[in-house]
């Protein structure tokens, strides 16, 4: 064999080795950027897993605010009714009130959507299934725009009621706040000895204001009290909608961890 050939088949050898070794090098970082690409799609479907378990417990909470809320509401409106009819005293009907307290907290849903904006910032949401990654969209985007409206919309009608046709609201929170009945002032309760005779005296005092009398008899706090109730019924359906499509999306990504943890 002559030199040429030595050198040829050398130099062949040489960048068959450093082709090879090049691929390889490729091939682990591939791996190894799989692997923890595959990592930390683990740890993203759980931060998911774990913000819709937290959007449950918020709906629980939103969801008992508009129950006791449909029950004041409408307790208020019997009331109203009853006072319409003449079949209660004026006197009976404000005591009513005062022991009605706040109807309705207003308490509105906001998403945990923090692991979906980062997903959607880094491109990382392109690494589920298509169903799933569609499922996300429609809960991050479509759903919370409606709901998210409609916690504007309860909430200007719960606060525009409390301002100008239930002011005793306002009156009633200040007064919870001096005596120091809950840490939330619109869930005190009257008749239990928390309220102190001075603040039992302003109630009974706001109410026999004649301005006062005008208000709460006539069809305006009628009318609005049912405006109301028609509303957190409104935001009560809403709630069911983002509550079934929470559990629909949650279950699909419990499905697929398990497929890529087995």
């Known amino acids: 064999m002559d030199y040429k050939k030595k050198l040829l088949i050398k130099y062949s050898l040489e960048f068959v080795v450093i082709v090879v070794g090049i691929s390889v090098t490729f091939w682990i970082d591939e791996w ?50 009853l006072k319409q009819e003449n079949k209660i005293s004026y006197k009976k009907y404000y005591d009513s009130i005062i022991s009605l307290g706040f109807l309705y907290t207003y308490q509105t849903f906001f998403m945990t959507d923090a692991t979906y904006k980062s997903l959607i910032s880094n491109g990382r949401i392109n690494l589920f299934p298509q169903d799933i990654h569609s499922m996300m969209n ?49 869930f005190g309760i009257y008749g239990s000895g928390q309220f102190s005779d001075e603040t039992l005296k302003k109630f009974k005092n706001f109410f026999e204001n004649n301005k006062i009398k005008t208000n709460y008899t006539g069809i305006e706090f009628y009318s609005n009290t049912i405006n109301l109730r028609n509303r957190i019924n409104v935001y009560s359906q809403r709630m069911v909608e983002v509550d079934s499509e929470r559990t629909r999306i949650s279950k699909s990504i419990r499905k697929y961890l398990n497929q890529l943890q087995n």
């Open 32 to 81: 190894n950027r799989n692997r923890l690409e595959g990592i930390q799609h683990i740890k993203d479907i759980s931060s998911i897993i774990d913000d819709l378990e937290n959007d449950s417990l918020t709906i629980n909470r939103v969801n008992e605010a508009l129950l006791v809320g449909d029950k004041k509401t409408n307790s208020m409106i019997n009331l109203i009714e």
């Open 138 to 186: 429609k809960y991050y985007e479509a759903i919370a725009k409606r709901v998210y409206d409609n916690n504007q919309i309860v909430d200007d009608i719960a606060l525009r009621y409390y301002n100008y046709y239930h002011p005793f609201s306002m009156l009633f929170a200040n007064e919870n706040n001096n005596n120091g009945v809950v840490s939330d002032v619109r």
